[in-house]
C-alpha cells in the first residue's frame, strides 16, 4: 500500500492532466470564489493553489506524507503562504466556527468517511461562511449506478482509495447547512462514458 500511494502521488498530476482542462471551471467556481480564512480538505498536490484569490489565508489539510511533499513545492512554486496540517478530515484539529471557507474538490470520494468530513466541514465554518465544493457522486440513472458498483473495487485498487459510487449529494445535504445550491451534471472525460459531478455552495 504504501508503494501505492507513493506510485499514485508522484503520477497524480500527469495522470490528471488529460482531464484538468475540464475541470478548470469548477476550480474557479470553488477555490476562486474563496475569501477569508481558508480550509482545504484534502489539499493533495495543490491544483487549487492557481485559483485562490491572494487575499485567501490558506489551511491545508493533507493526510498522504507523499502528497503534502508536492504540495509544499508547488506552494513554493506558486510563490504562496499557506499552512499545512497532516491529518484526515474526519475529525479536524480547529475550533468551531474558525474559517469563513472550506473546500473540497474531488476529495470526498477518497476520504474514509465522507459523512464525517461534510460535518466537520460544516462545524468548522463561521456564521456567514460557506462550504464550497465540487465531487463526482454516484449516477441518478439505475444503469449508471449499476455500472459503478460493478467497477468501483477494481477503481478503488487502482486510484487508491477513490470511489465512484459515493451519494455525496445526501451527504451534503444532510450535513446540517443552512442552505444547499448545487447543480448536477455529467463530465466528459475522453471515454465511451462520462461520469456524474455537483459542484456547489453550503452555507453554515
Not at 89 to 99: C, I, N, Q, R
Request: proline share 5%; net charge positive; glycine share 8%.
Amino acid at each position: 500500500m504504501a508503494i501505492s500511494k507513493w506510485l499514485f502521488a508522484t503520477w497524480y498530476d500527469l495522470l490528471n492532466s488529460g482531464v484538468e482542462g475540464r475541470v478548470v471551471p469548477y476550480r474557479k467556481l470553488t477555490a476562486g470564489n474563496a475569501w477569508g480564512d481558508v480550509l482545504e480538505i484534502g489539499g493533495g498536490t495543490g491544483a487549487n493553489l492557481p485559483y485562490y484569490p491572494e487575499s485567501a489565508n490558506i489551511t491545508f489539510i493533507e493526510p498522504d506524507t507523499h502528497m503534502v511533499r508536492k504540495l509544499r513545492r508547488n506552494i513554493v512554486r506558486h510563490k504562496r503562504s499557506a499552512a499545512i496540517v497532516q491529518q484526515g478530515g474526519e475529525s479536524l484539529p480547529f475550533a468551531d466556527a474558525s474559517f469563513d471557507t472550506v473546500v473540497t474538490t474531488l476529495v470526498l470520494c477518497m476520504v474514509s468517511d465522507a459523512d464525517a468530513v461534510v460535518r466537520e466541514a460544516r462545524r468548522v465554518l463561521r456564521p456567514g461562511g460557506a462550504f464550497l465544493f465540487y465531487e463526482h457522486v454516484i449516477s441518478p440513472r439505475p444503469r449508471g449506478r449499476w455500472w459503478q458498483h460493478r467497477l468501483n473495487p477494481a477503481w478503488k485498487c487502482l486510484t487508491t482509495g477513490c470511489n465512484l459510487n459515493r451519494d455525496l449529494t445526501a451527504s451534503i445535504r444532510n450535513a446540517g447547512f443552512t442552505s444547499v445550491e448545487l447543480e448536477a451534471f455529467d463530465l466528459s472525460v475522453r471515454l465511451p462514458v462520462t461520469i456524474p459531478n455537483i459542484v456547489g455552495i453550503a452555507r453554515g
